[in-house]
């Protein structure tokens, strides 16, 4: 298994691309599934989930082509990719590809919507609590599915079609929103989503299945209006900027110190935590090509932060801005209200002189003078990437080990820090 060795201590500046959003390239991908002509997504990144998700949706029968870059390079950058799921062969997703990540359990909506039937195992993904799939079946059930679970499949059934209907998430999720609207796009009638989720990967999915000829109205609001048609036509369509990536590296500078422009960065899609990282004494600017960030010698600000739906501060930054934390001059209380369990970072970070205690869903963070480097663990994807934050600003050498979290959603981490002067480099075990 690979692992980063960092020296820590360089000041990052350059210019860092921004890549394709993981979190948005997932359900465009599963989109494909709802017709039988191409979908062409173009900026998709190049990642451990998106590979994963590949093999799920060829299970089923999609067929894909990669183009655009010479074959080397499309091994490593963000591409455009056609996906055909001309016929559907299989309505089951099993257990072995559906466990190693959670978002696959997505294609239950528009296998149910397409074909009438979903056989989806009970997923895995990350060890982040106990992460349940009752909204999706509640919602799928309000639009006419008959769902049974046996031996942990989800059987879900619709011979005559889903029926729109008006459903009202009892609690703000992501991913039900996604399938709940791939699923309308294609039932008889109206469905209003009330309490949906706002962020910007569900308008991107909007945008996408209007573009195959959905109507959905109000995505990005907390209310969505979806009217059914009967079928999909293929598109083309881009992938939105990764603001989790952009979030993190911004973090970054804002510890190391160092001046960087995050090229083809939305700032419009991550205004909460632009704002947090500007009040710990970063200097963010808007450009044409995309946010500078830059911070001098001055000492990091204290901020407490609490997690929320979008557009809160998002849950997916709540371990890298404790890494910055670890540093600032003073104590700062992190909340995180939208996962139990999503602070394994805490005692790796403690392993580089980090300060932190916990109490329920909170920590409180005093920051220290100096991190040290030190051996440590990465357990998720987003906790993995706090630990280099803090190993690039740590004296001396850090050896972050179970890398593949983070080949799962940062595409070409070590590169892209490297070229803006951090001293890392990946080695074999
Ligand atoms: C997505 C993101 C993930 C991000 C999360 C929250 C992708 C691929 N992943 O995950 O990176 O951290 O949004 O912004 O886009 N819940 C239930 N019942 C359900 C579904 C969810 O109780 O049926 C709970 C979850 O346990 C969690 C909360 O709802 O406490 C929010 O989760 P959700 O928004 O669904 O996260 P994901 O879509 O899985």
């Known amino acids: 298994m690979d692992r980063i060795k960092i020296v820590g ?20 991908m599963i989109a494909a599934l709802m017709t039988d002509e191409t979908l062409t997504l173009e900026n998709v990144p190049h990642l451990a989930d998106v590979e994963q998700l590949i093999r799920i949706l060829t299970n089923h029968g999609v067929d894909y082509s990669v183009n655009g870059r010479r074959e080397e390079q499309s091994q490593r950058y963000s591409r455009t990719i056609h996906f055909t799921a001309r016929n559907i062969v299989d309505t089951t997703a099993p257990y072995e590809l559906v466990s190693k990540m959670r978002a696959s359990f997505w294609v239950i909506g528009p296998l149910l919507a397409r074909m009438g039937q979903a056989r989806v195992s009970l997923p895995g993904g990350c060890a982040i609590g106990t992460r349940p799939v009752d909204l999706f079946i509640d919602g799928l059930k309000a639009l006419g599915a008959d769902i049974d679970i046996d031996n942990g499949y989800v059987n879900a059934t619709a ?84 603001r989790i990536e952009t979030g993190t590296y911004a973090m970054a500078v804002a510890m190391t110190g160092g001046d960087v422009l995050l090229e083809g960065a939305r700032a419009d899609i991550l205004e909460s935590a632009l704002d947090t990282i500007s009040q710990t004494g970063a200097e963010i600017t808007q450009v044409n090509s995309g946010i500078r960030v830059r911070r001098n010698g001055s000492g990091i600000n204290p ?17 890298q801005f404790m890494g910055l934390m670890t540093r600032a001059r003073g104590r700062s209380k992190i909340t995180e209200t939208i996962f139990e369990n999503r602070f394994m970072h805490v005692q790796e970070l403690a392993r580089l002189g980090a300060r932190i205690s916990l109490s329920g869903q909170t920590a409180t963070v005093d920051g220290v003078e100096n991190l040290r480097g030190a051996p440590v663990m990465a357990t998720d994807l987003r906790a993995s990437v706090s630990l280099v934050i803090a190993g690039l600003a740590a004296e001396g050498e850090t050896m972050v080990h179970r890398v593949y979290h983070l080949d799962r959603g940062f595409e070409r981490l070590e590169e892209k820090l490297a070229h803006c002067g951090a001293q890392l480099e990946r080695v074999g075990e």
Do not use: W
């Open 9 to 28: 201590g360089n000041q990052l500046n350059g210019t860092i691309p921004i890549s394709g959003a993981k979190n948005a390239a997932l359900p465009l």
């Open 159 to 242: 011979r005559n079609g889903l029926v729109g209907n008006r459903y009202v998430f009892p609690k703000v999720s992501v991913g039900a929103t996604h399938v709940l609207m791939m699923a309308a796009a294609m039932a008889k009638g109206q469905t209003v989503l009330e309490n949906a989720a706002r962020e910007p990967e569900v308008v991107n999915l909007a945008e996408c299945l209007n573009a195959m000829g959905a109507r959905i109205s109000d995505a990005g609001s907390s209310t969505i209006v979806i009217d059914g048609v009967d079928r999909l036509s293929g598109a083309q369509h881009r992938v939105i900027p990764d």
């Open 303 to 319: 901020v407490d932060v609490t997690t929320e739906p979008y557009p809160g501060f998002p849950t997916d930054l709540q371990a």
